[in-house]
């Protein structure tokens, strides 16, 4: 029995973030987000970490921890759903993400 697999999704503001990396990071990330199609639950989770909520979303590290894929999993519609590609440094990633999530609710 095979399973469907899932949709990786990037928001508009992801695909610029990924469209900004390297050819190498991309690449890498590249293989990252193919891998989340058969395994959407790849990453760990994140929650409320210095007033940034990300509750209910996952994190999954590239090129050696140095790039965060933020993303959450939408059971319903097969869906892996990504918010943010970028730098770990200072939280930034996780900044954007938040911010994002803001504007789409």
Do not use: W
């Amino acid at each position: 029995m095979t399973t469907k697999p899932y949709s990786v999704l990037l928001i508009a503001e992801a695909r610029a973030d990924f469209q900004r990396l390297d050819k190498g990071r991309k690449l890498k990330v590249a293989k990252l987000l193919k891998q989340l199609e058969s395994n959407p639950y790849k990453g760990e989770h994140l929650g409320n970490k210095a007033g940034i909520n990300l509750t209910g979303y996952y994190k999954l590290y590239a090129d050696k921890k140095k790039i965060r894929i933020v993303y959450t999993v939408i059971e319903k519609e097969i869906v892996v759903k990504v918010i943010a590609i970028g730098p770990r440094k200072e939280m930034i990633v996780y900044r954007e993400a938040i911010l994002r999530l803001g504007k789409e609710k």
